[in-house]
């Protein structure tokens, strides 16, 4: 039997050797670095540049062998190839340039031909699928994606891939698909699942991601996987920290300890660890801290107790400062050593802070944006080069559409909202800072946002506002000017949804909002406001004013709804003065008499019922509206402005 084997093999050898060459799978070859897309591809010497240029001329079965580098999206049309980087997913990155999806691998549910490992998919764009679509993923890692559906992948197989810092309103790391081996967290949804909505995980961590309803996983089927908020019902699954070595600098290697370690696998006789990270990692911790710009090497130290750790900060775009731990300075050279280490302990460098400036009026972005004479000339450029914790300051003038991805920065007007503007024309939001209500880093101050138009939030979505008019925006679904943002001491007028024709699913702090209009509540769906003012908006089913929303010392008067409830509908809070009178402590219902509301003044007149009846401990900030000191008296006022004697 074993020389009829034999025989059988060779026979088989022999039939492929007379294939001819167009019918044998070959290995083509892509390098970023010394390709030319003009190459055959053939060997490494006649190397591609781009992978799709490889994509089109290789054959069903053929593998491509992709040298470290950066390269454009590619598409393969469910094509049976195999795409593999030499040197791993840490030097091989799919880069999207924030406007298209990285890896368009098939267009169903079931096209799972290409095969795809070891990749860094990043700053991929979609409606459906940021980073990925179809195919099956081996040892990829998906970071910075953003979509409407799948932030990171939407369909397709992965196994041993990582999510990290991913956003969708739906899904922020995985929409459907298989994940076998994955670890999601520090992703975010604008609606439901940080982490994965629908489809199958096995052996997965889902940790850390964030969302208004199901931080981590909806309507998802699961076994032997590690995720809470909501836990999943299935074999195996806990609901236990992972116990990550260093989230903060997205290290998900699992400590000792992890309740991940050593798990049954679905399948298998053997065990093994859940998530993307098999081995156990023992010792003291020494984490990393960075504020400013720079590197440090290595992020993270495992030491055994009593041993020495030595890390070294990398300037980028500013001068290594010092470290410190516990806020202390502890060395002013950029190399530290410690030694006889005993405990875990994080360690902070501290990088030079710069002011950066834009100016609509300079001609272009040739500028080095480090002084007014040499300023930016569009706003993105000026966001690009900040580093973390650094403010961008902004000339007078009109500036087009920003993406932020909650980067921690603040840009600031520096003659406020009435002569500084960012005007989407129509074609687009004018700023997405975030994607909840959670991603509030980016702080946007003195600026009117305006003719913008999204899905949801026209004008806005995520981060934090400040002191900015949200006018004259359009969504076709949620939030016409705002939507899961955090808004203090804003005016909202003039926008228009289905939901929310001003706001849904935000936190508005001494804001107006007037003059909006939705089919839903035509001021605020889902938020809870604070020292609020809501007038002139309209409804043409429920809610005119507010609509299933939590307020406190806040006026809702003057709006009218084509069905039920002209004010309010579904809400609920204390301290507000509206009609019909909310049921809670502190309600009221009679006129706030504001001072002027037909020519849009809505401070509160001499004796309005409004004044010193709020509630100090529901009262945000130190001042109203208008600027001016939040509580005038010894009591805070219902509404945005504070009465000024």
């Known amino acids: 039997m074993r020389e009829n084997a034999k025989q059988i093999v060779r026979y088989a050898i022999a039939l492929v050797c007379l294939l001819p060459p167009a019918l044998q799978a070959r290995t083509l070859y892509v390098d970023?670095?010394?390709?030319?897309?003009?190459?055959?591809?053939?060997?490494?010497?006649?190397?591609?540049?781009?992978?799709?240029?490889?994509?089109?001329?290789?054959?069903?079965?053929?593998?491509?062998?992709?040298?470290?580098?950066?390269?454009?999206?590619?598409?393969?049309?469910?094509?049976?190839?195999?795409?593999?980087?030499?040197?791993?997913?840490?030097?091989?990155?799919?880069?999207?340039?924030?406007?298209?999806?990285?890896?368009?691998?098939?267009?169903?549910?079931?096209?799972?031909?290409?095969?795809?490992?070891?990749?860094?998919?990043?700053?991929?764009?979609?409606?459906?699928?940021?980073?990925?679509?179809?195919?099956?993923?081996?040892?990829?890692?998906?970071?910075?994606?953003?979509?409407?559906?799948?932030?990171?992948?939407?369909?397709?197989?992965?196994?041993?891939?990582?999510?990290?810092?991913?956003?969708?309103?739906?899904?922020?790391?995985?929409?459907?698909?298989?994940?076998?081996?994955?670890?999601?967290?520090?992703?975010?949804?604008?609606?439901?699942?940080?982490?994965?909505?629908?489809g199958m995980l096995n052996n997965c961590i889902v940790w850390d991601n964030t969302a208004p309803l199901s931080n981590n996983c909806y309507n998802t089927r699961a076994t032997y996987t590690c995720t809470a908020d909501p836990a999943l019902q299935g074999t195996g699954n806990i609901?236990?920290?992972?116990?990550?070595?260093?989230?903060?600098?997205?290290?998900?290697?699992l400590r000792t300890g992890s309740p991940c370690l050593s798990k049954p696998t679905k399948g298998l006789s053997v065990k093994t660890a859940m998530g993307v990270h098999q081995d156990e990692i023992s010792g003291l911790t020494i984490s990393t801290r960075i504020v400013g710009c720079g590197l440090i090497s290595p992020p993270v130290a495992i030491v055994n107790t009593g041993q020495s750790a030595t890390l070294t900060a990398e300037p980028m775009k500013r001068p290594f400062l010092r470290w410190e731990t516990n806020g202390v300075t502890c060395s002013l050279a950029p190399t530290i050593t410690l030694n006889n280490i005993q405990a875990d302990t994080i360690l902070t460098a501290v990088f030079e802070m710069r002011a950066v400036y834009v100016d609509a009026s300079r001609p272009d972005d040739s500028g080095d944006g480090y002084t007014w004479a040499t300023a930016k000339k569009t706003l993105q450029a000026g966001i690009d080069i900040a580093c973390k914790y650094e403010t961008v300051w902004v000339q007078s003038g009109t500036y087009a559409p920003i993406v932020t991805a909650n980067k921690p920065i603040t840009i600031k007007s520096l003659n406020g909202p009435n002569v500084t503007?960012?005007?989407?024309?129509?074609?687009?939001?004018?700023?997405?800072?975030?994607?909840?209500?959670?991603?509030?880093?980016?702080?946007?101050?003195?600026?009117?946002?305006?003719?913008?138009?999204?899905?949801?939030?026209?004008?806005?979505?995520?981060?934090?506002?400040?002191?900015?008019?949200?006018?004259?925006?359009?969504?076709?679904?949620?939030?016409?000017?705002?939507?899961?943002?955090?808004?203090?001491?804003?005016?909202?007028?003039?926008?228009?949804?289905?939901?929310?024709?001003?706001v849904r699913g935000s936190i508005l702090n001494n804001c107006l909002v007037a003059g909006n209009n939705a089919v839903y509540g035509g001021g605020v769906v889902s938020s809870t406001l604070a020292n609020s003012t809501v007038t002139r908006n309209s409804a043409i089913n429920v809610g005119g004013g507010v609509?299933?929303?939590?307020?406190?010392?806040?006026?809702?008067?003057?709006?009218?709804?084509?069905?039920?409830?002209?004010?309010?509908?579904?809400?609920?809070?204390?301290?507000?003065?509206?009609?019909?009178?909310?049921?809670?402590?502190?309600?009221?219902?009679?006129?706030?008499?504001?001072?002027?509301?037909?020519?849009?003044?809505?401070?509160?007149?001499?004796?309005?019922?409004?004044?010193?009846?709020?509630?100090?401990?529901?009262?945000?900030?130190?001042?109203d509206l208008l600027g001016k000191p939040r509580i005038h008296n010894t009591k805070v006022d219902i509404g945005a402005c504070e009465y000024q004697p």
């Open 32 to 198: 970023a670095a010394h390709g030319n897309d003009a190459n055959d591809g053939r060997t490494t010497a006649t190397a591609k540049r781009e992978i799709q240029q490889a994509v089109q001329v290789a054959a069903q079965s053929d593998v491509i062998e992709v040298a470290e580098g950066v390269y454009a999206p590619i598409s393969t049309a469910n094509k049976t190839l195999t795409i593999r980087s030499q040197k791993g997913a840490s030097f091989t990155t799919i880069h999207g340039g924030n406007t298209n999806r990285c890896a368009t691998l098939g267009t169903s549910s079931s096209h799972t031909n290409t095969v795809l490992i070891g990749f860094t998919l990043t700053a991929g764009s979609a409606q459906y699928g940021g980073g990925s679509y179809g195919g099956t993923l081996h040892n990829c890692v998906f970071r910075k994606n953003i979509a409407e559906q799948g932030g990171g992948s939407y369909y397709g197989v992965l196994n041993s891939c990582l999510y990290f810092q991913n956003a969708a309103d739906f899904g922020g790391a995985s929409y459907y698909g298989t994940l076998n081996g994955c670890t999601l967290s520090a992703n975010a949804a604008a609606t439901y699942a940080g982490g994965a909505r629908s």
């Open 239 to 253: 609901s236990q920290d992972p116990k990550f070595v260093d989230s903060s600098v997205y290290d998900y290697r």
């Open 421 to 502: 503007s960012i005007d989407a024309r129509g074609a687009d939001r004018c700023a997405l800072l975030g994607f909840n209500t959670t991603q509030t880093n980016t702080a946007l101050e003195g600026f009117t946002l305006t003719d913008g138009f999204a899905r949801d939030g026209g004008g806005v979505q995520g981060g934090h506002l400040i002191n900015c008019i949200l006018s004259k925006n359009k969504a076709d679904r949620d939030g016409g000017g705002a939507y899961r943002s955090v808004l203090d001491r804003c005016i909202i007028s003039d926008n228009n949804a289905y939901l929310g024709g001003g």
């Open 547 to 623: 609509d299933s929303s939590t307020l406190y010392n806040t006026i809702v008067w003057g709006n009218a709804a084509q069905r039920e409830g002209n004010n309010i509908y579904d809400c609920k809070g204390q301290y507000n003065c509206t009609d019909p009178q909310i049921a809670g402590e502190g309600n009221i219902s009679s006129n706030p008499q504001f001072t002027d509301s037909g020519n849009n003044d809505y401070r509160l007149r001499v004796g309005s019922i409004c004044v010193d009846r709020g509630n100090n401990n529901f009262a945000p900030g130190t001042l």
